[in-house]
């Protein structure tokens, strides 16, 4: 496998902004979050209510009109519409979740184990999907201190997004490691790879180049990541393949008291 996006020097993975910039980068996202968390329950309040009257009314008329012979083409349009009321109230309740405050129940973990948990729950979607799964996990064990659950989460937004790239099969390989008081977490595939022009809008809320997606998982993955004072980047080539960075702080070692 010697095209593996993973054999890429670490130098070279999502090289761009210092650390300082990045820094800024995330506190100005995070501040943006906030203010656009403040307006999110109003909007929900004004879509929502609407949005579930305009359901209940299509389900009582499919009823209606269930039984009443030649209104076919009229039954198939109810059900489209109730199927774009479905969909819009899904991708309300997706941007409210993304936009909305998020509270970390955070944990010492050693990452090991959560990829190793991942692997575990994801394996099957991944052999079904034709995908070889690889794992390359450092001896360091690092630990973070994490929310479990929502890092969970961003993985498997990021594998979703992997096993989305490669319809034809391939190879997806995770790795850990740490490196000056930071854990090093590497997601590579060997699938179609993302145009140069699609690397700078990865990240950004509603920006899908997929059909039926919401647009939100990588920015929901970006959020939670820098939500832990951490930072996500990406390195793409088309035909090559594509390997996210996942950079956590480590876990304080906490001294022994003194004497």
């Known amino acids: 496998m010697s095209s593996f ?8 993975i999502g ?10 980068q995330r506190l100005l996202r995070l501040h943006q979050l906030a203010k656009l968390g403040e307006l999110a329950g109003g909007l929900a309040h004004e879509l929502k209510n609407p949005l579930s009257t305009i359901k209940l009314n299509l389900q009582l008329m499919q009823e209606d009109i269930a039984e ?11 059900h489209t ?14 941007f409210l979740r993304f936009a909305g405050r998020i509270e970390l129940d955070r944990h010492p973990m050693a990452v090991n184990a959560i990829i190793n948990d991942m692997i575990d729950f994801f ?12 794992a390359s996990l450092t001896e360091k064990n690092p630990v973070g201190n994490l929310d479990v659950n929502l890092i969970k989460q961003s993985l498997l937004n990021i594998l979703l997004n992997a096993v989305q790239a490669m319809p034809n099969g391939g190879d997806l390989i ?17 699938g179609v790879g ?9 990240f950004e809320a509603f920006h899908t180049t997929k059909k039926g997606g919401t647009g939100l998982g990588l920015a929901t993955t970006r959020r939670i990541i820098e939500e832990h ?11 090559r393949g594509t390997n996210f960075r996942v950079e956590l702080p480590l876990h304080p070692v906490l001294e022994p008291p003194a004497a």
């Open 174 to 190: 995770i790795r850990t490691d740490a490196h000056d008081n930071t854990i090093l977490l590497d997601v590579a595939d060997t």
């Open 15 to 24: 090289a761009g902004p210092g650390p300082d910039q990045r820094e800024s």
């Open 194 to 202: 993302i145009a140069p022009e699609q690397l700078p809008r990865l």
């Open 229 to 239: 004072g951490g930072h996500i980047s990406v390195q793409s080539e088309p035909g």
């Open 123 to 134: 394996g099957p979607q991944a052999s079904a999907s034709r995908v070889r799964l690889h």
């Open 81 to 94: 519409l109730r199927k774009e009321v479905d969909r819009l109230h899904h991708t309300l309740e997706s």
């Open 5 to 12: 996006p993973p054999n890429i020097p670490a130098a070279e």
């Open 68 to 78: 009443v012979p030649g209104l076919e083409p009229t039954r198939a349009r109810v």
